[in-house]
């Protein structure tokens, strides 16, 4: 079975710009949850979707946000990109996010440079 | 709130040493999970092993053992005899369902750098 998927793997902005990532989860996956890793700040909650819903919400300002599709893939854009925005964006799928089936599979991340 | 601390930043060892990673971990729920995963340089996270809250007993799975007790919120990974590929970052996580959602939302420590020298 094919593990998540993301694209790009590397993008490279200017301050202003806006930018949009894909993630496609394993097979069958239904949530999805996006995450940014920073060497200062670590690995931080993003959002999560189910079922083309966004189920839960960390604490990122309105520039971020996401979407997801009857197909389960989903998408962030960051609009008005900062450079403190650069950072590894890591895209999740777990079957349903519930009790019995919420471990998250980790795609390998597309790696965001804000210039 | 949630919160995961891994007090140990940087661990280094030689090959073929035991190793134990340790994680601390708060919450005010009484049902929650907990999850050790490595990210090598390639930046992926791969999950390694889940625990739930009602489920205290330990496990060795190989050369890798979990030491989960409750009462000093505790979840322990310890690595036995130690081989240079692994050599990553490991991350202890922490699921709760705070706020009646769902479990989707992952708590991470900061991260434990493991280094084996040959």
């Known amino acids: 079975k094919a593990g998540v998927t993301q694209t790009p793997r590397y993008l490279i902005k200017t301050r202003g710009q806006q930018v949009t990532l894909s993630c496609s989860p394993i097979?069958?996956?239904?949530?999805v949850s996006w995450y940014q890793q920073t060497p200062g700040q670590g690995l931080q909650f993003l959002f999560e979707?189910?079922?083309?819903?966004?189920?839960n919400k960390g604490n990122f300002p309105g520039r971020f946000s996401g979407r997801q599709f009857s197909n389960s893939r989903s998408e962030m854009n960051v609009s008005t990109l900062e450079l403190g925005d650069s950072a590894l964006y890591l895209c999740?799928?777990?079957?349903?996010?519930?009790?019995?089936?919420?471990?998250?599979?980790f795609g390998p991340g597309t790696r965001l440079l804000v210039l | 709130a949630q919160k995961v601390t891994q007090a140990q930043t940087e661990i280094s060892v030689v090959e073929k040493e035991d190793v134990t990673l340790d994680c601390v971990y708060e919450?005010?729920?009484?049902?929650?999970?907990l999850f050790w995963y490595k990210q090598p340089p390639s930046g992926e996270l791969v999950f390694l092993i889940r625990r739930n809250s009602f489920d205290e007993q330990n496990e060795i799975s190989g050369r890798y053992s979990w030491n989960f007790q409750k009462s000093t919120s505790s979840f322990n990974f310890t690595i036995t005899a130690s081989q240079v590929v692994d050599s990553a970052v490991y991350f202890c996580a922490l699921a709760t369902n705070a706020g009646g959602t769902s479990y989707g939302k992952l708590t991470f420590g900061q991260g434990t750098i493991l280094t084996v020298h040959p």
């Open positions: 979707y189910f079922s083309e819903t966004q189920r």
């Open positions: 919450t005010r729920d009484t049902t929650y999970y």
């Open positions: 999740a799928s777990s079957l349903a996010g519930t009790s019995g089936s919420l471990t998250q599979y």
């Open positions: 097979s069958g996956h239904r949530s």
